[in-house]
């Protein structure tokens, strides 16, 4: 099947550039100043909307196999499409836990049953994912997973997490820490250990609990050598210790989530949308993290999906759940704070939603068209393809998510950019039904 893209500015080497784009094969067959519409089967006309490479995220919790009440891989990878997403990382806190070949066996037919974009896999860096005990399969995992995590756990003891590094670096896999040294988390603990906490009798999460094991991990990253990512940063600590890092030529690269760029303490509630894990921190944190993606340490922008049942985020910021949901959210979100705010170019949310993500992770064919390579769409390129309506203003409905999860602190948020369509492989996974086709 051909489909032809009429009228859109896409993102080419120069920059926005007014073409029309025609898919065939799942690739992106050809690039034309005006196509005839009787060379395509299907025909998508997108005056003055935008065109650019599909978002890919490293960070997303599809809770199947073994948690399908929260969220499955067909309404999950749904709502990531429908959020501009061709390619996702799904998160190991599943039943069962993917530490060995065995074990992943059941999220891998669930992926290829039920997904209706590219779903890769982590495995888990200890056998139970409890940031404890012993090391998973990662040899029998290491063709199958994209990278190891024990994410919702940090590696507590320093000698596991040296092991799990020198096998990873023996494998060419990345280690992906979710950094939390559970020794600085009082009980009960719920919210950044800040104003907030302080004037509402909350037991708060210091940064101390991020940026230490940060810290220690970067350590042994400079004696061990490998591949190694940190999950969601949240802490100005974080960032300046990744940024000393970079500039001694450590092999380390981090993610931030659109909240921790958007929100502060000041912003939060006393409501179950605002409980995630890190959780938002000071204004001078959410600073810190800007300028990081502005200066390139912070790699990429993940959206940490971590949808939950009404009932379980429905005990305010004591009673609930860690996790919010964030896929239908994030482009529009970011967009709006970010590029209308004035911090950064459309051009560059791109990079950081869409391109790095597979570069650092190995997300796409590896071919010197691909978006890892370019950066930006070419013709020969598998046709992992979103088109923007970045004019179109509306608020923000978690009634109107394709996730089961409708829990998000953006809920009411008024907003300017749409996804209009996704496209994976060159197959058109979704599209947006008010807009005139043929």
Not at 293 to 317: C, R, S, Y
Request: hydrophobic share 35%.
């Amino acid at each position: 099947m051909k489909t032809l893209i009429t009228g859109g500015n896409i993102l080419m080497k120069n920059g926005f550039v007014k073409s029309d784009m025609l898919i065939a094969d799942g690739k992106v067959f050809a690039l034309a100043p005006e196509f005839s519409d009787n060379e395509a089967d299907r025909v998508i006309r997108c005056d003055n909307s935008f065109i650019i490479p599909a978002f890919a995220d490293v960070h997303v919790h599809l809770r199947e196999p073994g948690f399908e009440y929260k969220e499955t891989i067909r309404t999950g990878t749904m709502a990531a499409a429908r959020g501009g997403y061709s390619t996702i990382c799904s998160m190991p806190n599943l039943k069962p836990v993917p530490s060995s070949p065995e074990a992943m066996k059941a999220e891998l037919d669930a992926i290829e049953k039920d997904a209706v974009i590219k779903v890769y896999p982590y495995g888990t860096i200890t056998m139970d994912q409890s940031g404890t005990g012993e090391l998973s399969d990662m040899e029998g995992l290491s063709d199958k997973a994209v990278a190891f995590t024990d994410d919702g756990k940090g590696i507590q003891k320093t000698e596991l997490m040296s092991k799990a590094m020198r096998k990873a670096k023996e494998l060419n896999k990345i280690i992906a820490a979710h950094c939390e040294d559970e020794s600085w988390i009082p009980e009960g603990g719920c919210v950044h250990a800040g104003r907030f906490a302080r004037a509402n009798g909350f037991a708060g999460i210091p940064s101390e609990s991020e940026w230490c094991q940060a810290e220690r991990d970067l350590d042994l990253e400079r004696m061990i050598g490998g591949r190694y990512h940190i999950c969601h940063v949240s802490s100005a600590e974080t960032v300046e210790l990744v940024r000393r890092a970079k500039k001694e030529g450590v092999d380390v690269t981090c993610e931030t989530a659109p909240h921790y760029l958007v929100l502060c303490e000041d912003d939060i509630l006393d409501e179950g949308r605002f409980k995630m894990n890190p959780p938002v921190r000071s204004c001078e944190d959410r600073e810190a993290i800007i300028e990081g993606i502005i200066d390139g340490t912070v790699d990429m922008i993940a959206t940490d999906h971590a949808p939950h049942t009404a009932e379980e985020k429905d005990g305010g910021l004591r009673g609930s759940a860690f996790g919010i949901v964030g896929l239908e959210t994030a482009f529009p979100v970011l967009f709006t704070q970010l590029v209308l705010g004035g911090k950064i170019s459309l051009e560059k949310l791109v990079k950081l939603m869409a391109v790095a993500p597979r570069r650092r992770f190995g997300l796409d064919d590896g071919s010197e068209y691909s978006i890892s390579a370019k950066g930006y769409i070419c013709e020969g390129q598998t046709a992992d393809i979103t088109v923007l309506d970045i004019e179109d203003e509306y608020c923000i409905d978690p009634s109107d998510f394709i996730s089961m999860g409708k829990s998000t602190p953006f809920s009411g948020m008024r907003v300017r950019g749409k996804i209009i369509a996704t496209f994976a492989d060159g197959k058109e996974v979704y599209y947006y039904k008010g807009t005139d086709d043929e």
